[in-house]
């Protein structure tokens, strides 16, 4: 019912800066928050990012002052924007969102539930 499709990865040289959009599409109500991940092999998928409904925002440690999360309700987007790159940021990124998803709208009753999701990953390669 529900896609997260990640777009903007790509390679960059360390120092440089990337962008990455996550679209969310679907029978969506509302989504309370958007979220990035990242993995690199052998460890576990680490929390980047978070943005919720009402635009509270929290950093992982490794990212504060260079990552900025934001998000455009009204085209169901998530942003990650990366600067000053480093090697260790290399990874596959992951988007994942808490979204309202309508279930029914028949006779004018509205049935939603509420769900995760998980975009597919976009590998981030830092490197010169």
């Known amino acids: 019912q529900v896609q997260l499709v990640e777009s903007g990865g790509g390679l960059v040289q360390p120092g440089g800066s990337l962008s990455l959009s996550c679209a969310a599409s679907?029978?969506?109500?509302?989504?309370?928050?958007w979220d990035w991940y990242r993995q690199t092999p052998g460890k576990e998928r680490e929390l980047v990012a978070t943005?919720?409904?009402?635009?509270?925002?929290t950093y992982g440690d490794s990212v504060k002052g260079r990552f900025n999360i934001s998000r455009d309700a009204a085209k169901n987007t998530g942003y990650l924007r990366m600067k000053n790159l480093e090697a260790e940021d290399a990874a596959v990124y992951y988007c994942?969102?808490?979204?309202?998803?309508?279930?029914?709208?028949?006779?004018?009753?509205?049935?939603?539930?509420?769900?995760?999701?998980w975009g597919k990953g976009i590998p981030v390669t830092v490197s010169s």
């Open positions: 994942h969102a808490d979204i309202d998803v309508i279930e029914s709208d028949n006779d004018d009753q509205l049935a939603f539930s509420r769900r995760e999701y």
């Open positions: 679907g029978r969506i109500l509302n989504i309370h928050s």
């Open positions: 943005i919720t409904g009402g635009d509270k925002i």
